[in-house]
Each structure stands twice: as structure tokens, then as C-alpha cells.
């Protein structure tokens, strides 16, 4: 049972009628805070106040809308952000600046606030109220399901948890795109370990998956350790600091899945493996530029075993390749041995496994020890649709 | 009228059958040659061999074939591309190392040697009876129409001619992809000189298109100058050799043009267009950036004039951006300034330029003196079927 936060979430109009669009995530106690945001050089006005706010240390809450990305909208954008966190601040009786914002939909269109003015104190009255899961519910834009997972764990015997929530769906690839993830935690960490863990597990997680390789001006990633668990600090170096390492390593690698599993149209999930490399940095550009090519993805939506199509994105990544040595598989199906196509039944036996929903591919490039992996969708008919359409 | 070339096309039964897959150039006299083959790490055994064979400065003829690429097939594929040159120099009874190959198709297929085999004698015997367009029609591949491009000029009062051939329509990017282009003129150019405003006019024309981001194993652009016309040899630094460079450069930009026009499933041809950059590069970078974003391609296919996809492609690129300082406008209608939305009819104004089947959009970043211009294509629903089916 997380201890020590509270919830809230309600309808500000923001989105169509009926759909959740404001939430809240606060904690009872002022909790470490630590952060990864997009690189994007274009970044929305929330992203440019957290940058700041998480300077702090620590804060008491983070407010989140959806449909309204308040991006590109230059200095009223700002002054919008920090309103939200001016009225909210009086409706939690907390400093403004211990609230963090968030915002994910539509860039260039200014925050309705007229909306939030109304919304934000029923949200600051309304604590308590909503689970996190209607935090989960409310941050969707095209998602099509809410994503949030919770990990259980102790140190020095008392028990804590990690729980999160993101939102992904399109414009997702490394360096994290319009995705925005939130990690709570009643574990007492300390504040430069936990800061560390968090980008360790983040370059695992949000950042080894891709849609459709555009980056968003929003993305953010939190994580808020209040300690109301009561456990020992966790130290650097202690069996206690692995042991939560990897429950928020597993948690971040569950919700950014979840993520590439409701990825706009998708309806492959496909996890690409590039090892042999002269280095994991090659690897893992390797995969990307396999991740990220649109030949390889609507190749994947058509279920053709096109093997050539990821031979010629690995090759276009700028990294070594040596074609004579490189192998592929499909699954445990070899479908290329030492840079030629094996023959016989590994066509058919290809194809089978590009049937299922769920596959991998895996390229050893027998160079190196450089290995990574990463998640992606395919391209569909329905990721057209939905970005066509996605204002109307 | 073009002069010294000659040319024919069969069909090798290599494509579906009533199909011209098997082309062929044929200089009457050896012509000098200059040649941009793709960057990709992953090349196609054609592309290998004529890598060697261009070093020896000049060429009789060129034999290129569509269906299959001769890619990732390894030695047996070069020894492919190699026979096919020993069987067509016995035919037309000219060197093999005077004929350079080309192919283009699905990768990691062998060639049909037997069919080849079969269909070169035929080719050789067939000189003079095929028209250029003919060999338009000959290289396609998902291309739905011919590329063919002439430009005269004259030289000394010699009249001479410039015409060329282009496919492409997927895996397009700059490095070239799979495009290939053969440019053939009767005019005689000093051998550095053809090298040299070859690769300039292939910078600002076929490396300045994309219709998917995709490079090919197996790009080539060729050109083949055999003198035939009489003119005085152009020299560097002269008007002469300024008039063939426009000439040139017109020509390849018309056939770039005609690529991204004919781009898989496209319905829009958009001119993008980036000044105002620290460095013409940083400019091209960013034009790239907005020109291969899967987010802003489907909004040009949806006719959404969302310019808040453009901003955060443009902020992408990993170039200077002052966000504050930028303008965007689509043709003539500015829908950001100073980085916000300029609001009024700017909206519907702006949707009304994108419902255009060929329109502009132009970033001007306000920060130096770089400009930069590239041509894209949308990406539509036929895109995803063309390339999911394309084995099929």
C-alpha cells in the first residue's frame, strides 16, 4: 500500500465532454524529486518551469492536463503554467513553487484558462478522491488504455512501493517524445541515488523505444520518493539500493512496453536486438535505425519476412557492418547467415513468426561485444488515420 | 537531337511478364564518366563492382535491370553482376570493364541468371532499336510513371544535348536511397570538371529529396559524356561550363522533382524550405528534420496546417533554434511569428494552402545566413499498403 500520496482527478473541458483531463499527484510530505526531459530544443512552457522547479530538490505535487501540450506558445504559455500552480498552490495551501506541470495534446493552441481557473480548485478540493489509476486515465490523448504497473519491495524489513503511470501513443522515440510518465515512491532514497537510478533505468526504458522517431516538446519523466514507507534511507552501494534499482528498472521497462503495445495503429509489438556491435552506443544506433525505418515497420505490418529491407536501415546507420559476417533471426528462426539468405524453408518459417503479435528480431553483426534492445511498433493504415485526423 | 548514344530494353521476364525490366545505354565512342553511389554500409554487388569500374575514367555502356536489386546476395551476387557484364561486352563486342551495371528491385534474391542469360543477347542485339523513354519505362519499379528529362544548350555555336533517366518512388533520402539515375549528354566536358558539377547538381537535387527516409543498398546516378556533339571540350571557369552546369543542375532537379512527385502513396508534393540558419547545413538538417517526420508528413496527408509538428521537428534536428525568433509560413500565408501562433483567419487561411495538392512551407529561424530547400512527399494510407505488400 503506497503511503503518503493522494490523488485527484477531474473533467476541465479541456478534452471532449466525459473524458478526465486534470489530475493531481500529491504528497502529504515534501518528496526528492528527480527528472529527465525531452532534448528537444523547442520545449513547452511546462517542461522550461520544471527544468527549474526540480532544482529544488523536492516537491509537494505535480499537476498534469491533457489535450492542451502548451507548446510554442511563448511567454503567455509561461505565465499560463505558472497560474496553474498559483491557484492550485492556494488550494493545497503548499508553495507554487513545490508544484510541478505537465502538459501533453495539441502544440500552439493556448492553455484554456478560463477552464483551469474553474477546474483547479474543484482538482485542489478534490484530493484524495481519485486513484492513481485515474491519474493514469486522465493523462491519455490517443492511448487507448490507461498504463500503470506498481512494484513491491523492502529494505531493513519495511515495506515500500514504486507505482507509476505514463502516457505515450505517438511522436514516441528515444529521448523520450510526447511521452509523459510519473513514478511515485514511499521509499525513503537517497537524493543523488535516486537521481542516478532514475536515468540509469530511463536510458533502459523510455529511451529504448520508439513509434514512429519524432520527439515531442513535452516529454517528462518524474519520479517523487517521499519516504513514507519508513524504511533506512537507501545508500549508493548497499544489496538494499540493487534491490530497488531493479524493481524501478522492471516498473519503467513495463510502462515504456506498454507504451510501444498502444503505439498509434500498432499491431506488432517487436523487440530488436542488435549485438556483435564495436560498441552498445552502435548497437543501439543500429537497432534504432531499424526501429525507426519505415520500410522495416510496414514490412512488419504486412507480415513480410523482408529481411533485406533491416539489412539496408542497419547499413544506413553509420556505424561498422561488415555484411559477409552479419546474421539475422526472426525469433529463433535463421533467416541470414554470414550476410546471405540460409534458403530453404526459412521463408516460410519467417513469415510464420512475422504472424505473430509479438516477435523479435535480432541482428549479430560478430564484431564486438556492443549489444542493445529496443521496442517498437509497426506502421499501419490506422497510424496514418489517427495523425491525419488527430486535430479534427 | 542527342548524339553517339543508342539504346535498348527487352523484357527478361524478370518483373511480371509484358514488362520492360532489362535496359541498356550503349556510347558509340568510350565516354567519360562521373558517378554518386549510395552510402549506405550495406551496398548491392552492382553498385561494388561499378564503384571499381568508374576509376578507369571512361565507359561504353550502362545495362541495368528492375525487379531484383542484386543485394545482400553476397559473392555468387557480384559474380552475377560480373557475367552479366562478360555476356553483354561478347554481344556488343566491347570490353566488360566498359560496361557498368545497375538493378534495382527486392533485396537478398539472386538474380535470375538463367532469364539474364537468355534475355543479354537479346539486349545486345536489340542496340538502337529502344528509344531513351523506353528505358524509363524499363528501370521502374513501384514508380506509376516514366522519368525522362532533356535540356540543349550549345558551346562554341555546337549545339549539345543533356537528357536523363530517373525511378524511384520508395526508400528515398539524400544520400540518394533507391534511386537510380542515368544522365547521358553528347557534350564533351573535361573529366574533373563532369566530376565535379555532377556532384554539386546531385547535392541540390537528388540529396535534397525524401519521400520516406529510407537509404537504398543500391543508389546510383551516373552520367555519361561522350564528346559526339563536336563542341570545343568545356573547361573549368568558363561561361561554357557555367551554361552546362545550369543546364545540368536544372535537369536533375526536374528528374529529383519527379521522384518525389511519383513518391509511394503520395499526394502532396511540399517544398520545404529552412533560412535563416547558422549554417546552410544546419539548415538542411532541419528542412531533412521536417521533411522525414512520420508526425508531419501524415498532418500534410490529413491537410491538417498543424505547424506545431514542424516546430518540434525543427527543434529536433539538433541545430540552433531560438524558438522566440521563428517564423513559419505555408506559401504566402505566415502562420508563426516571433515563435507564437499569429492567430485570425491564419488558421482556415493556412488549411486553405495545404488542401493544394503543391505547396511551401518556409522556416525562417532569424539566427544567420543558411537556407536550405528540400522536396517531400506526404505519407498516406497507400504508402503503408504499397510497402506491406510489396513482396506480395
Known sequence: MLKGFRFAAVEAAIKKPGRLDLALIFSEEPAQVAAVFTTNKVKAAPVLLDEELVKGGTVRAVVVNSGNANACTGAPGMADAIETTRILGNGLMIPMEQILVASTGVIGVPLPMERLQAALPRLAAAVGEASLADVAAAIMTTDTFPKIESRQAEAGGVPYTIAGVAKGAGMIRPDMATMLAFIVTDAAVEPQLLQQLFREANELSFNSIT????MSTNDTA???????????????????????????????????????????GATKFVTITVKGAVSAAEAKQAAMAVANSSLVKTAFFGQDANWGRIFAAVGSAGIHVEQLRTELFFDDVQMVSNGLFVGGDAEARGTAVLQKSDFAVLVDLHLGNGEATVYTSDLSYDYVKINADYRT
Open 211 to 214: 513509434v514512429d522517431g519524432d
Open 222 to 264: 518524474l519520479i517523487l520518493a517521499n519516504g513514507a514507507a519508513g524504511n533506512p534511507l537507501l545508500l549508493p552501494g548497499t544489496p538494499e539500493a540493487a534491490q530497488f534499482a531493479a524493481a524501478l528498472s522492471d516498473l519503467l521497462l513495463s510502462l515504456a512496453k506498454l507504451i510501444v503495445r498502444d503505439g498509434e
